[in-house]
């Protein structure tokens, strides 16, 4: 996981939209992918945005690619109370395997 | 929806004993991964399948360690002694894998061993 970075924390208040932002190193990553992991649970995939593009959005989700920086980031849109979790970023590397970040974990306040 | 399935959920040891989980992929997928994910870090690739076959167990302690998966379907990882720093949790995931695409990894609830 030490080649892929992301912020630790985040608190947000419920309504207002929720931005995880990601950097990895590996320019031939051919998908990026953000998981959901919830206490105690196994890992739920949210999302993923193959590299030729710069945009993808699903519902309440937005993911934004800036390959030249290789930057990622995860908008959430409206968060909600059960979107508190912790949210990983990974980055597909040789042989489609995944090499993950060490996770953002999202608090939600009232 | 299909789901990876795992056993058990929740496995508590002595360290010097052996240990093993269980993991049953999502029907029709060919690849088949095993992660450990220590507290606060995000889940690191142990062994890798494509059906039956090994593809990359270069991050498996195999002096303790061992994996199959031998009808190409669920498979086993066994870990024998336990030493105290194998607590973690251990995910299994699975793909469809393959040219035609599928590379999603989906996971299963993992199993949280603790090692005394």
């Known amino acids: 996981g030490e080649d892929v970075e992301q912020s630790l924390f985040l608190s947000v208040r419920e309504g207002d939209s929720s931005v995880i932002n990601c950097t990895y190193t590996d320019s031939s990553s051919t998908y990026l992918y953000w998981y959901k992991q919830e206490p105690g649970a196994g890992l739920q995939l949210l999302t993923y945005?193959?590299?030729?593009?710069d945009m993808k959005q699903d519902q309440r989700l937005t993911v934004l690619l800036n390959k030249k920086d290789k930057h990622l980031s995860l908008r959430i849109a409206d968060t909600q109370t059960g979107d508190s979790a912790i949210y990983f970023c990974a980055e597909s590397i040789r042989d489609y395997k995944l090499s993950f970040g060490a996770g953002t974990t999202v608090t939600v306040r009232a | 929806e299909a789901e990876v399935a795992q056993s058990p959920r929740y496995k508590i040891t002595e360290k010097s004993q052996a240990v093993a989980f269980w993991c049953d992929p999502i029907s029709g997928h060919a690849t088949l991964y095993w992660y450990r994910q220590i507290l606060g870090q995000g889940p690191e690739l142990l062994v890798q399948f494509q059906d039956e076959s090994v593809v990359d167990d270069s991050q498996l302690p195999k002096d303790r360690f061992s994996a199959e998966r031998l009808k190409g379907v669920d498979s086993t990882l066994k870990i024998q002694p336990a030493e105290l720093g194998d607590s973690a949790m251990y995910l299994c995931?699975?793909?469809?894998?393959?040219?035609?695409?599928?590379?999603?990894?989906?996971f299963g609830p993992g199993t949280r061993l603790t090692v005394t």
């Open positions: 945005i193959f590299s030729n593009m």
């Open positions: 995931a699975s793909s469809l894998g393959g040219p035609q695409g599928g590379y999603e990894q989906y």
